[in-house]
Structure formats: structure tokens, C-alpha cells
């Protein structure tokens, strides 16, 4: 399968997308995308600690301790009331840019 290379910043958009459906731990984050993208986006671990860290730091997440399904300690990781405010400033750049790039492709 070809790699896809994300835009800068889609990785962030992606995360916040899927926790604002419900809290994970970064194994499920990861799974989730490459699920919904049918297998198009597989993100892997060097790229989405770092990335998880950084939107903590940020303040758009917020990550506790807990037991994954199958009883091991994880990292839970939910969306902040900051987080979702930057989602939807995301949501609404990534529509411009997207819609941007549609015209200079035709």
C-alpha cells in the first residue's frame, strides 16, 4: 500500500476528530483513524505520542489513567472544552483549504 503523507497539523485535526466521539488510549486513537479511513491512514507510534503530547501541552486534551479492555494500565484521552473550540477552528480551516485546493485542481 502507498504511504500518505498528512498535511501539517492534519494529524492534530484527525486526533481531536475522533476523541470528540468518546475518551481512548492512544492504541485506540490510532486504530480508530485507520479504521474509518479504510486503511488509508495508519498512524504510526512516533508520530502519535508525540502528537498526543503536544495537544495535551496545548490544553486541547486531557489524558487520566485507566484499564483498556483487556485489563492493562492505559492512557485515556479526552477532549477539553478548549479542544473542542480548536476543533471547530479546524473543521473550518480544513474546509477552506480543502475546498482551496479543489479549485486549483480542476
Avoid: F
Wanted: hydrophobic share 40%; glycine share 8%.
Amino acid at each position: 500500500m502507498p504511504t500518505t503523507d498528512l498535511l501539517q497539523g492534519t494529524l492534530d485535526l484527525l486526533i481531536l476528530r475522533t476523541l470528540a466521539l468518546e475518551s481512548m488510549h492512544g492504541w485506540g486513537i490510532a486504530q480508530r483513524i485507520q479504521q474509518v479511513s479504510k486503511d488509508a491512514l495508519q498512524i504510526g507510534q512516533g508520530s502519535l505520542y508525540p502528537a498526543l503530547h503536544r495537544l495535551e501541552y496545548k490544553g486541547w486534551i486531557h489524558a487520566e489513567w485507566g484499564a483498556s479492555e483487556n485489563n492493562r494500565k492505559a492512557k485515556y484521552y479526552s477532549l477539553t472544552k478548549t479542544g473542542q473550540k480548536q476543533l471547530q477552528a479546524e473543521l473550518e480551516d480544513w474546509g477552506r483549504i480543502s475546498t482551496a485546493i479543489a479549485l486549483v485542481l480542476k
